[in-house]
T-cell receptor, first 109, second 114 residues
Framework: GQQVMQIPQYQHVQEGEDFTTYCNSS?????IQWYKQRPGGHPVFLIQ?????EVKKQKRLTFQFGEAKKNSSLHITATQTTDVGTYFC?????????FGKGTTLSVSS | DGGITQSPKYLFRKEGQNVTLSCEQN?????MYWYRQDPGQGLRLIYY???????QKGDIAEGYSVSREKKESFPLTVTSAQKNPTAFYLC?????????????FGEGSRLTVL
């Protein structure tokens, strides 16, 4: 079945450093979404990418969708302590979304 | 405010007991989902429903059951057949399945089996 792999599983950075998480699918995706889950909270939608090669920015966050629509990345520039949490990608190739296992980001000041 | 309400937030159950988790949405969404979250495992799909009186199994449906008698409601029953039910359960909804769009999540129900 469809699988969505996400790396790294954990990442610790110093405040101000950059952070990137990568997502790879075993199948071509119709779209990919990114969510953030704060500790003790529930996932919150960040963005959806649909087009091949698409790049979207939200302030310090940059999201990319690969040309083959099988991979995606989330890059955070100059991390802040408010960026702490787990970032999930979720790919859609049929009906329901399939989530990656997430990357947990910790930031020390 | 529109959103998804899950209850209870915390639940303790003895082995061999069934338990039902409630999920209600007032977003007028057609599609609803149940996910299970375990540490380091991400979100795994249990069941989803596209319309009233219809639902489909996800990747880990064994030991769970659902119903969709009303558009607003999608309760999940964790049966005694579920061998490892202790987990964080998340309900979500979206406008439809075909072009899923944004998932809106409830705050979750944390089930502990004693």
């Amino acid at each position: 079945g469809q699988q969505v792999m996400q790396i790294p599983q954990y990442q610790h950075v110093q405040e101000g450093e950059d952070f990137t998480t990568y997502c790879n699918s075993s199948t071509t995706l119709s779209n990919i979404q990114w969510y953030k889950q704060r500790p003790g909270g529930h996932p919150v939608f960040l963005i959806q990418l649909v087009k091949s090669g698409e790049v979207k920015k939200q302030k310090r966050l940059t999201f990319q969708f690969g040309e083959a629509k099988k991979n995606s990345s989330l890059h955070i520039t100059a991390t802040q302590t408010t960026d702490v949490g787990t970032y999930f990608c979720a790919g859609q190739a049929g009906t329901a979304l399939i989530f990656g296992k997430g990357t947990t980001l910790s930031v020390s000041s | 405010d529109g959103g998804i309400t899950q209850s209870p937030k915390y639940l303790f159950r003895k082995e061999g007991q069934n338990v039902t988790l409630s999920c209600e949405q007032n977003l007028n969404h057609d599609a609803m989902y149940w996910y299970r979250q375990d540490p380091g495992q991400g979100l795994r799909l249990i069941y989803y429903s596209q319309i009233v009186n219809d639902f489909q199994k996800g990747d880990i449906a064994e030991g769970y059951s659902v119903s969709r008698e009303k558009k607003e409601s999608f309760p999940l029953t964790v049966t005694s057949a579920q061998k490892n039910p202790t987990a964080f359960y998340l309900c979500a909804s979206s406008r439809d399945i075909a072009n899923t769009g944004e998932l809106f999540f409830g705050e979750g129900s944390r089930l502990t089996v004693l």
